[in-house]
C-alpha cells in the first residue's frame, strides 16, 4: 500500500445518497420560490456542506432561507434514505478488504454526524465505522471546498497529509483534497472525470479501488 490512510468521502461514494438528496433539495428550494433542478442541485451543492446552500441562495438573491430549513431537509432525507439508500455498490467489498490488510481508512463528509450515522446504519456500513473513524464539517465549522476537514480527519488519525489519499466524487471535495496536500482519487460514477481537476487517478467502478491503491 503506497499510502498510510485512506480517506473517504460518504455521500456517492459511500453511500448512494447523491441522486436522493439532491432531488429533495432541489424540491425544497424550488417549494420555497428558489428554482431549482435536479442538474443545478447536483453541479452547485454536490459535496458541500449545508451553509455553503445558505451562502449561494442569499448571495444570488438577497434572502434568507428559513430558519429550520435545515431540520426540514434533514428530516426529509432521512425519511427517504430509510426508504431508499443502498451502499455504492463495490463499497462494502473495499472497506473488507482495507480492514483484512489492517489498512487504516475514516470518512470525511461535509453532511452532519447524524447524516453519516443514518446513512451507515441503513445500508449496514456502520459495522465498518466505529466513532473514532467518523469525521464531519460539523468538527471544523469550515466545509470542502476548504481543506480544514481533510487535515483534522489526517491529524486525528495520526498520519501526515502527503502520506494520505482522498477517495471523492465532487469538484468541491477534489479543490478541499489538493489543498490539503493529499492525493485524490476521482470517482466518476456520477461526475465527469474533467469536472474533477486535480485528482491524480479515476476510477468509476469501485471494486477497481483496491488494485489502485496498491
Known amino acids: ?17 447523491e441522486p436522493i438528496s439532491n432531488r429533495l433539495l ?26 455553503r446552500v445558505h451562502d449561494l441562495v442569499a448571495e444570488r438573491t438577497g434572502r434568507r ?13 432521512f425519511a427517504a434514505f430509510e426508504r431508499d439508500l443502498k451502499p455504492v455498490a463495490g463499497a462494502e467489498e473495499v472497506l473488507q478488504k482495507l480492514a483484512a490488510d489492517s489498512v487504516p481508512y475514516c470518512v470525511a463528509s461535509s453532511g452532519s ?14 459495522r465498518w ?10 468538527d471544523v465549522g469550515k466545509g470542502k471546498p476548504a481543506p480544514d476537514l481533510f487535515l483534522y480527519a489526517a491529524e486525528r488519525m495520526g498520519v501526515a497529509p502527503e502520506r494520505c489519499v482522498v477517495v471523492e466524487d465532487s469538484p468541491l471535495g477534489v479543490r478541499a483534497a489538493v ?9 466518476t460514477a456520477m461526475t465527469p ?12 467502478d469501485m471494486g477497481e479501488l483496491t488494485d489502485l491503491l496498491r
Open 26 to 51: 432541489a424540491a425544497y428550494l424550488t417549494e420555497l420560490g428558489h428554482p431549482t433542478s435536479y442538474e443545478e442541485s447536483i453541479r452547485e451543492y454536490m459535496g458541500s456542506a449545508m451553509h
Open 129 to 138: 465505522f466505529d466513532e473514532g473513524r467518523i469525521f464531519s464539517s460539523q
Open 113 to 126: 454526524h447524524e447524516r453519516i450515522r443514518v446513512g451507515h446504519r441503513t445500508t449496514g456500513l456502520d
Open 65 to 77: 432561507l428559513p430558519v429550520d430549513f435545515d431540520d426540514v431537509f434533514h428530516a426529509r432525507v
Open 1 to 17: 500500500m503506497r499510502y498510510d490512510l485512506v480517506i473517504f468521502d460518504n455521500d456517492g461514494v459511500l453511500v448512494d445518497s
Open 193 to 204: 472525470a474533467e469536472r474533477l481537476v486535480g485528482a491524480g487517478r479515476f476510477f468509476s
Open 179 to 187: 489543498s490539503a496536500g493529499m492525493d485524490v482519487y476521482g470517482f
